[in-house]
Structures are given as structure tokens and as C-alpha cells.
């Protein structure tokens, strides 16, 4: 199961350099099924997985100025404050068991999961459905005048608030706002959603580094396979049309999240 799990860390890191984002939806269930890792350590070290990945897919939008500093400051801030809070106070209050009903036990790792599988859902239908207008979308925010510092605000403090919970970088709630809010072009809002991502999620991870049982290995080694994956995936990104490629993946995180749902309730 290992092999698997290291091809599928790759895939992450391909995701995240061929389409801008997607990949991270991956890490927990790869942590989880695939190394048997316990679902809220799993969440931990997702935060370093997805923010090393990204911050390193960050440099090359860096270099060719297509990351709006302005836009990653306001949307980031509210983001990693929400990810420290939640990770301090609301992932302890959980009790170990949520809901009994009959013989049917909620407990904290399968209410996680299921909120991962929710998650992945709407992610999903975040990457099938069209999104060819997107770019115009943009072009017409930057005639509001105004920059939305409220609307941006709120929106990183919720997708940090998601994050905190299951792991998960944001970057299909994070691109979307950024253009239809922030007025970005697409290009432009994939380098500063990387940035946003990578700086929540490390300082996210900063205070996950003395947690009981993390094994550094294994974190290291699945960052490392991820981080091939991102330079992988920048480089066939120059040849190949990850927008295109965009629905095809998003059938196929659709596809796991109904398999998380199944396998935690009926199949457990």
C-alpha cells in the first residue's frame, strides 16, 4: 500500500502544477487509506504536505510576477488566524464520540472524514462545471472600483476555518473568490491562491509540530513525492491544457469522496 500511496502523493503535486489546485483534496484520504494514518493526525500533516507543495509551486508564479501581494496579504491574514483558532480550540472540543444511534456510533475520526468527503464533493462540482467565463468575470470586477477588503476578509477567514478542520489547502473556494472578488486573471489568481495556501497551512502546521505520534519520515517522504508531482505537472503544463484536464479529475475526486461517505458509514 505504501507504493500506492507514495504514486498517489505524485498526484497530488500534478494536480496542484497542472490545474492549480485539486491535488490537496487527496492528501487526507491518501494519509488515511493508504499509510493508515489516524484521520486528525492525518489532517495535521496534511497543513505541511499542501503548504510545502505549494509554497514551492508559488515561486515560479513569483518570477513571473503573476502573484498579487495585496490580494495574498488581505485574503491570507483572516485565513491563518482561522486556522490557529480552529486548530486550538474547536478540533479539541470535539468529543471522541459525536452521535450514538442504536448501533451506529459518530466517533471524531469518521465525523472528520465525512466532512472531508462533503468537502471533496463540492470540489468536485467546483472543477466539473464549465468555468470558460471566469476570465471576463474578471476583467468586469476590476471596474467595481473599489477593492472588496470585507468580502475578501470573510472569505479567508472561512476557507482558514475549513482548512483548520480537515487539511485541505481551499484552493477551489481560494481562486474563485480571487477572481470574481478580487478581480484577478486566472493565471494570476493560481500564484497568489498558491501563496495564500502555503502560508496558512505551514504557520497552520507550526503549532501541529510537537503533536503525540507525528511521524517525520513519513511526512517528509510524502511532501517529497508531492513536490516531484507540482514540478512534474508545471512542466506538462507548458504543453498541455489543464482546464481541459480539470473535469476529468474533478469526476475523479467526486468519485472518492462518495467512496469516504460509503466506506465510513456502510462499509465501516
Known amino acids: 500500500m505504501y507504493v500506492i500511496g507514495y504514486l498517489a502523493s505524485v498526484l497530488i503535486g500534478l494536480s496542484l502544477g497542472l490545474i492549480g489546485g485539486g491535488g490537496s483534496i487527496l492528501t487526507v484520504p491518501v494519509l488515511v487509506y493508504l499509510f493508515g494514518v489516524n484521520p486528525v493526525l492525518g489532517t495535521a ?119 483548520g478542520l480537515v487539511g485541505a489547502g481551499g484552493g477551489f473556494l481560494i481562486i474563485p473568490a480571487l477572481v470574481v472578488l478580487g478581480g484577478l486573471p486566472m493565471k494570476q489568481a493560481i500564484g497568489t491562491s498558491l501563496v495564500i495556501i502555503s502560508a496558512k497551512s505551514l504557520l497552520g502546521f507550526l503549532g501541529e509540530s510537537n503533536f503525540p505520534g507525528l511521524d517525520r519520515t513519513l511526512l517528509l517522504s510524502v511532501t517529497g513525492f508531492a513536490i516531484v508531482g507540482i514540478f512534474i505537472g508545471m512542466k506538462l503544463s507548458q504543453y498541455i491544457d489543464g482546464a481541459k484536464l480539470k473535469p476529468a479529475f474533478g469526476w475523479f475526486v467526486f468519485v472518492m469522496g462518495i467512496y469516504i461517505i460509503l466506506k465510513e458509514t456502510i462499509f465501516a
Do not use: W
Not at 480550540?89 to 459518530?106: D, K, N, T
Open 45 to 163: 500533516y496534511s497543513l505541511f504536505i499542501v503548504g510545502a507543495t505549494s509554497a514551492v509551486g508559488s515561486v515560479s508564479y513569483f518570477r513571473r510576477s503573476l502573484v498579487d501581494v495585496r490580494t495574498a496579504v488581505v485574503f491570507g491574514i483572516p485565513s491563518i488566524v482561522s486556522v490557529f483558532l480552529t486548530r486550538a480550540y474547536i478540533i479539541p472540543a470535539i468529543p471522541q464520540e459525536i452521535l450514538r444511534v442504536g448501533g451506529f456510533v459518530l466517533d471524531k475520526s469518521m465525523f472528520l472524514m465525512l466532512l472531508f468527503a462533503v468537502l471533496m464533493l463540492a470540489a468536485s462540482i467546483s472543477m466539473i462545471r464549465p468555468g470558460g467565463k471566469r476570465e471576463s468575470k474578471a476583467d468586469n470586477g476590476r471596474k467595481f472600483g473599489r477593492f472588496p477588503y470585507l468580502l475578501i476578509l470573510i472569505e479567508g477567514a472561512v476557507v482558514g476555518s475549513l482548512t
